[in-house]
Structure formats: structure tokens, C-alpha cells
């Protein structure tokens, strides 16, 4: 299965990237999920393990360093065989 996530982490503080945004894109590329950036959020989408694993690190890494909230939708999306 293949799992679709968007995030957003908080607070927005411009003009600058804040650590927490340049944490969460970094854990997503380190996975080598596809993804795409937004002007509200970020959407990534690679196997089920794989984003759950990034979720996981995801929460655990931008809280520490200053994420004060982090949105997530998680959709499963259909592999290639399975659209066929």
C-alpha cells in the first residue's frame, strides 16, 4: 500500500525558513518519499512503512526543535497494480 501525507508545521515565521520546516522537508527527502511543496503544506507519498516511519520521526524531531503544532492528513492512494 501506498500512503499519500500532507503536513504543515507551525509557527509561520517569515522571511526566513524556521528550523522546524527545514527539519520536517529534510526527514521527508532523507526517506526518498516524492514530494511536493505547497503554499499551505507539503504532501510526500511513498510506501505505507516508509511514511509512518516518517511521521513518526516527523512529530518527534520538528517538536524539538520549536514546532508549537503540526497538522497531518494521511490517505492511502492506490499502488499502480492496483488502479489497473
Do not use: C, N, W, Y
Not at 505505507?48 to 526543535?65: H, I, K, S
Amino acid at each position: 500500500m501506498r500512503l499519500k501525507m500532507e503536513f504543515t508545521t507551525e509557527p509561520f515565521e517569515m522571511p526566513d525558513f524556521p528550523p522546524h520546516a527545514v527539519t520536517a522537508r529534510r526527514i521527508v527527502d532523507e526517506a526518498g518519499l516524492d514530494v511536493e511543496v505547497g503554499p499551505f503544506g507539503t504532501l510526500a507519498v511513498g510506501d505505507a512503512e516508509t511514511v509512518l516511519a516518517v511521521v513518526d520521526r516527523l512529530f518527534r524531531e520538528t517538536f524539538e526543535v520549536g514546532a508549537t503544532r503540526i497538522s497531518v492528513q494521511v490517505t492511502a492512494v492506490p499502488d499502480a497494480e492496483d488502479a489497473r
